[in-house]
């Protein structure tokens, strides 16, 4: 059964912080991970990471994957309030062309100002 | 820009009730996803469907059935509300599975 695991559950910290978010999977058959971020409404996409050790930015959020370990990292730098969220975490696995996600349980990031 | 709309954001339903989740997109996706989401367990996959009148099983499809009539609406059905079925349920509906995805805003059922 494919599985991903991110950690911490929920993280506290104050604006202009500097924070990482892990999520570990274990999947049959790896196509893409991905990163979601969640608000009140649904989640929004962050990135898509198919390659290792390639960073993939946008402003002060970057992420990276490693396939030989099989975790992925999301860091955030001079954090906001606007980027209090869940951010979730989701494996694509290849399945004979029904591929699907699997989401981990999330990351509930509260920024204090 | 892709929109998904599910037809109610909030719903209270009485135990045994047959209930209909609705949900719509404009961007003539293929694939259509019904999620639910509860606290640390995360989204959970009930059903998919990849085609018009095609629907595939996801991880809790128990107490859930579907319908995708039309290649644009695809609908969650629980053919008898129970309590543990109290969630916030997602849609969403991709051109290809992974990065297409795109969420509606959610319907949190509460069943009493």
């Known amino acids: 059964e494919d599985k991903v695991v991110q950690s911490p559950l929920s993280l506290v910290v104050h604006e202009g912080d500097t924070v990482t978010l892990n999520c570990s999977y274990e999947v049959t058959n790896f196509r893409s991970l991905l990163w979601y971020k969640q608000e009140k409404k649904a989640p929004t996409f962050l990135f898509m990471l198919?390659?290792?050790?390639i960073e993939k930015k946008s402003g002060r959020l970057s992420s990276i994957l490693d396939k030989k370990e099989l975790f992925s990292i999301l860091n955030i730098t001079a954090t906001q309030t606007g980027d209090s969220a869940v951010y979730l975490c989701a494996v694509e696995a290849a399945n004979f062309g029904n591929e699907k996600l699997t989401f981990g349980t999330g990351t509930r990031l509260t920024i204090i100002p | 820009d892709v929109k998904v709309t599910q037809s109610s954001r909030y719903l209270v339903k009485r135990t045994g009730e047959k209930v209909f989740l609705e949900c719509v997109q404009d961007m003539d996706h293929e694939n259509m996803f019904w999620y639910r989401q509860d606290p640390g367990l995360g989204l959970r996959l009930i059903y998919f469907?990849?085609?018009?009148?095609?629907?595939e099983k996801g991880d809790i499809p128990e107490g859930y059935s579907v319908s995708r009539e039309k290649k644009e609406r695809f609908s969650l059905i629980l053919e008898s509300a129970s309590t543990n079925q109290t969630s916030m349920y997602l849609c969403?509906?991709?051109?290809?599975?992974?990065?297409?995805?795109?969420f509606g805003s959610g319907t949190r059922l509460t069943v009493v």
């Open positions: 198919t390659s290792s050790g």
């Open positions: 969403a509906s991709s051109f290809w599975t992974g990065w297409g995805y795109t």
């Open positions: 469907s990849y085609d018009v009148k095609m629907k």
